[in-house]
């Protein structure tokens, strides 16, 4: 797999593990998982920033 694979997969998982954080949010109403989905979208954006400024 080439770099840009590989980052595209780590986003997808990041993406991924908000959705089910989500999930469980609407399931318990418990903010902390709704807070856990937001970090888990900082990082996915955070690695999609990092990639523009390599190119």
């Known amino acids: 797999m080439n770099n840009k694979e590989t980052s595209i997969k780590k986003t997808d998982e990041l993406v991924?593990?908000?959705q089910l954080a989500i999930?469980?949010?609407q399931c318990s109403g418990d903010m902390?998982?709704?807070e856990k989905a937001v970090a888990y979208l900082c990082a996915a954006l955070k690695g999609e920033r990092l990639k523009?400024?390599?190119e």
């Open 23 to 25: 999930n469980d949010w």
């Open 52 to 54: 523009e400024i390599e």
């Open 32 to 34: 902390d998982y709704l």
């Open 16 to 18: 991924n593990r908000a």
